[in-house]
């Protein structure tokens, strides 16, 4: 790994995002399918950041910020957002354990038709 | 022709009057007071037709004036109808035909009005009787005056609501209501005919337009349409059969022939200024008219030609046996009124349209006189309408005694010196003259032979009915056993079977001939046709004369029952040649044309029997002698009661009187055919359809959605993760079509 290659960066987000994605479908603690977001979200900000870092610029594009701060943005954005989801997501948590004094995602399924 | 305008005038009269009744005649009755007002209104409501009739009649004088080839005037007052290529004006059409009816239903239309507002004037509803009473002479002169058959329609459909409108008149009564329900939903089945038969019309001449003028397309005008008609029919009689029976089918419910005549004898049931007028004098005529204006058709199908006789024929006689078995005096005049209808169509059936017409117009003239009779006896009877309750009343109301003689005598046909007897003898001299083809090879000699046999009858029922009601030494009234037991027995059940009961106790053994019925035969009339009896007569009642305002009405139309009018139409076949002139026009078809309307040639049916026949007088003297055997008949059974002096069982004869009562079971029949039985029927199939296929497509519905929705449901686990997988596969299946797409597109 030279940390100069576009797609080994990828390659890491992917492998993240995947092990999120597998956590949060098979996990049933609601706290660990947090976490399995959250390495979600940060997969996907290690992507925004390798397409922001290895974008390749030319002389035209050389002096327009957004060429390469566009991405680094979108990090500060997710990273702001994913801490507000998780403020009202376990809020909501809060809540359902001390209306039902249990957590388990697959007893709430209230939308079962 | 400049003053035929003035027919507008003719028609707006009538309406112009309908208005003043409708919108103002409260009012005017509120203004002057009841009994002012009432004369007022009255007034106003008789006015206008009278100024109708005067208009009309100087128009036929014009038109009189006119050559016979030229009698026939259309006039156009506004585009009514276009569509496509069809065109139906507005028109009226000014022809002897039409103002013959136009001065037989204004003339007698005005006399009765004014007789009416004497018959009516206690009535509370006064100015609504005026109303319908007006309208109806508008729709009526619609009906004759209109030059098309769409028009013709109107005015067959507003005489249609009159009628029902005013059989109904007194509608708190339910049979009242229920009579007229019957004759509108009777006509109905007349009027399916008669559009039937207009739309074969427009069918048959939309795929022969090029027979018209080019751009001209008037197909349902009589002017237009009636030559190319003749002309077309002539090559295809099968068309001409079709057409024929099914405006003979409208004919037959309008006037009342025989599978659609039981709609008339319950007509009884409107006031009987109504009953003289449009049950009896003008609407029931109207199927004469329309077959007289589209008689072409007629000619060009023997088969309906027969078809029109034979039905005639019976119902003449039909109608004549089941006279026998009424008490009410208006069911006696209803059912003879069909039966001379009958006349009028075996008339038009062996060709002699014109007999028909003539036949329309005399009876106009004495029937409407022994309806509005009747209505003078009835008033002066305190609305007692029992024969049974009658006798002797020529003490007491002479004048109407009188007159409704002079109408007796005229139906039963006194030779020479009555209306009756003319226009009868044209049609049983047309029926044995056999001129005309029909599908019977040609004879309808026996037309003429049964339609005698006919003339007995009736001679023999008027007979009955002026006997029961103006003969005799005492009124049964008076009859004081008759009476209390009655009244004792009202007092006791007041129901409708009072009488019934009356008849137990006061004539169970003074009833040799069966004039009475039995309580048994009195309780199955009283269901069939309940009456409500308001008025009970107590012995010392004294029927009163009518006052002037009806009895001049009946002198009026006496004299014209006389044989006056009637000799000076038949002289020379002046009213033959006035409906249709002689022409000598091809004898093989007996068509000729006049102002392009097809006329038949009178000297082809000429109506005069061959051989023995063929001398007049021995016609008028079979005539005299059928009419002698109904005399004596009558005189002898009604007025002398001979079976019953000479001890002669009369009970199988109450059996046949009963069931002549009851129409020989044929009103029951269809009742129970059509309403009870067969109603129950289709409602009940109507039900099964609903319940079982329109609720079952509903329900259907229902169950797909619902049975889709349990599939669909299927898929909602509850499962968070299961959404998450969903939601993922989504993403990936999402990725990979952008991916793939925006790949494809650099490619």
Redo the contacts between chains.
Sequence with gaps: MTGNNLADYLTLGLIMFSIGAVGVIVRRNPIVIFMCIELMLNAVNLTFLAFARFTPTSAALADRAESFMSGQMMVVFVMAVAAAEVAVGLGIIMAIYRLRNEIDIDEMNLLKG | MGNFELIWWVLALPVIGFLIQSLLGQRIVGLFGQTYGKKVAGTLAVLPIAAAFVLGAGLTLTLMDMPATSRSVVMTLFDWITVYSISIPFEVVIDPLSMTMVLVVTGIGSLIHLYATGYMAEERDYTRFFTYLNLFIAAMLILVLGNNLAMMFIGWEGVGLCSYLLIGFWYKDLANAKAANKAFITNRVGDWGFMLGMFAIVAFLGTNADRFPAGDGRYLSFDRMLPVLASLLSENPGIATLIALLLFVGAMGKSAQFPLYNWLPDAMAGPTPVSALIHAATMVTAGVVMVNRMHVVFEFSPVASGVVAVVGTFTALFAALIAFGQTDIKKVLAYSTVSQLGYMFVACGVGAYWAGMFHVVTHAFFKALLFLGSGAVIHAMSHEQDMRWYGNLRKYIPITTATMTVGWLAIIGVPYLFAGFYSKEAIIAAALGNHHATFLGGSTEFTGWLLLVGAALTTAYMTRMTLLTFGGAQGRWQQPETYEAAHADHHAHADHGHRAHAHHHGHAHDDPHGFFYTDEELARREALEPHEHHHHLTPDYKPKEVPVSMWVPLAVLALLSTGGTAYFMEHHHAFQHWLYPPFGGEHGTGLTMIKGHPVIDPEAISGHPHGMLGNKMALVGLSVAVMLIGLAYAWAVYGKRLPDKEGFDMSRWAKFRLWAMNQFGYDAFILKLLVYEGGKTVGNACAALDQKLVDGIVNLTGAVAQGLGGL??????????GY??VM?MGGVALLVYLVSALSGGAR
């Design positions: 669909a449901r299927q898929a909602q686990t509850g499962y968070v993760r998450a997988l993922l």
